[in-house]
């Protein structure tokens, strides 16, 4: 597999990240680089792991992560979108997407992974070399949250509109995604 080929992979596979942190973008109120970066290390951090241990289990229990895997990344997505989506109807802050706290940080990284998981293990099965890809793929995740999240802070700023209501339509809208990806192809 060329290095072209693994980054159309690791861009494809950062697409939920870019999102995610977009929405998380336009739900922060102050963005601080900290959180920013936090977030990056996590999404970036789990994307690149996610391949590796798809490669080491391999065929052998990739049936096993193919038959739930959607359904952890749906839950998770439509769990903290309707955290967001409840802050902004009911005018609180919303605390669901607060990255600030690890559970959220990791259960939007594993939401956001769980394909990388599969790609690995068909990297395995391919007999695919696996250092290169995972780092290609860890660091486009990693960029992709850092100007998803300012992108989204951006335009919280610029337009005024409570966006927190839209990234949390977004953020169930990508579970969904994933779900229909998997259930109907």
């Known amino acids: 597999m060329s290095i072209f080929d693994v980054f159309v992979i690791a861009v494809a596979l950062a697409m939920d990240c870019f999102s995610v942190s977009v929405a998380t973008g336009v739900a922060a109120e102050k963005p601080r680089f900290r959180t920013v970066l936090l977030m990056a290390v996590f999404f970036g951090g789990f994307q690149g792991l996610m391949p590796v241990l798809g490669w080491f289990t391999g065929g ?6 193919e038959a739930f895997d959607h359904w952890v ?47 690995g293990v068909n990297l ?3 007999r695919e070399a696996l250092l290169v890809p ?32 839209v990234g949390g339509i977004v953020l169930i ?13």
Do not use: P, Q, W
């Open 60 to 65: 052998s229990v990739s049936h096993l992560i």
């Open 73 to 119: 990344a749906f839950g998770l997505l439509a769990f903290i979108g309707g955290g967001m989506i409840r802050g902004a109807l009911s005018g609180e802050e919303s605390k669901a997407l607060d990255v600030t706290r690890l559970r959220t940080l990791v259960g939007l990284a594993v939401a956001t992974s769980v394909d990388a998981l599969i790609v």
């Open 124 to 126: 395995g099965l391919m």
């Open 134 to 165: 995972a780092l290609i793929i860890a660091a486009v995740s990693f960029v992709l949250t850092i100007a998803g999240f300012y992108i989204g802070a951006y335009f919280k700023r610029v337009c005024k509109f409570k966006f927190e209501l």
């Open 173 to 185: 809208g990508i579970g969904i995604k994933i779900l229909i990806e998997h259930l109907v192809g």
